[in-house]
């Protein structure tokens, strides 16, 4: 089997998030968008459909031996090495206009995220990680800025996102996100991969929430463990399998838990 090192496994990530932008950009804001909703009663539209399926078959013809898992075309959890690929992270807000979605492909080797992409054109801008190797930003033709997280030690001094107040409701937990909200400078529902790159790059302090699955995080993990922060799940346990998130630089991370774990 080829011997790939992290640079060339992120290139390959780089290039499939350039090839699944153009698909994506081009169809939002389309009249002709098509929705359909899901078994799970999400929506789904078919921009998620046919930027997974570019991804998929980037890397069936790049690392034809790795394993694929995807949310709209599925695959199992499995060892060794696995693409983990969330083709439009923020479908709501995509569907609806809003420019807060993005493409998330990571890289994980026996269940570790290793190398993770986030790509939001909408928001014309990309970050990315591969471990050991510092995390990163850019606006198209930028230069690359190395993100690191914001040095707030107090909640008091912190902004959070609790990202969605009904999901922390619909897991019995909203007396937290108050909790949370209180004890907090300032607290915002910004959602889906956008709050997790905010955090990164030091424009907010706290992530949380609740009910997620391993495409909706594992590309996150890399970038923000790498730019200086924690990803954990709200009780404390590492990523990426699915659950709840608990994303801090840091400093905040053992205060924001304690807090969390009070109820
Ligand atoms: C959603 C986003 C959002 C989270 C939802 C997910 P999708 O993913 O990750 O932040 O709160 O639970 O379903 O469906 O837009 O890829
Ligand atoms: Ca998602
Ligand atoms: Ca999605
Ligand atoms: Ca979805």
Same mark, same amino acid.
């Given at each position: ?40 009663? =999400? ?49 709501? &807000?995509?569907?609806?206009?809003? #420019? &807060? ?38 606006? #198209? ?21 609790? &990202? ?67 990803? =954990? ?15 801090? &630089? ?14």
């Amino acid at each position: 089997m080829p011997d790939y090192t992290l640079s060339d496994d992120l290139s390959l990530a780089l290039a499939l998030a350039a090839a699944a932008d153009l698909v994506s950009i081009d169809r939002f804001r389309a009249a002709d968008l098509r929705v359909t909703t899901k078994p799970d009663r =999400t929506p789904v539209t078919d921009a998620d459909q046919a930027t997974e399926r570019i991804i998929r078959e980037g890397i069936e013809a790049a690392r034809p031996a790795d394993s694929i898992l995807g949310e709209e075309y599925g695959g199992e959890r499995r060892a060794g090495r696995q693409w983990i690929v969330d083709p439009i992270d923020g479908t709501a &807000n995509y569907l609806r206009g809003v #420019p &807060n979605w993005g493409t998330l492909i990571a890289l994980a080797i026996d269940g570790v995220p290793v190398v993770g992409v986030v790509s939001a054109p909408a928001l014309r801008q990309r970050w990315w990680a591969a471990r050991g190797h510092g995390a990163f930003t850019a606006e #198209p033709g930028g230069d690359p800025r190395a993100l690191r997280v914001s040095g707030v030690a107090s909640l008091a001094d912190a902004s959070v996102s609790y &990202n969605s107040l009904k999901g922390w409701d619909e897991v019995g937990r909203i007396d937290d996100a108050i909790a949370l909200s209180r004890a907090a400078w300032r607290s915002r529902a910004i959602g889906d991969m956008w709050a997790y790159m905010l955090l990164a790059e030091g424009a907010l302090d706290v992530v949380s929430e609740f009910d997620l699955q391993p495409y909706d995080m594992a590309a996150l993990i890399p970038i923000i463990e790498e730019a200086g922060g924690r990803f =954990t799940s709200v009780d404390g346990t590492p990523g990426p399998w699915g659950g709840s998130a608990l994303a801090t &630089n840091g400093l905040l991370h053992e205060e924001t838990a304690t807090l969390l774990g009070r109820a």
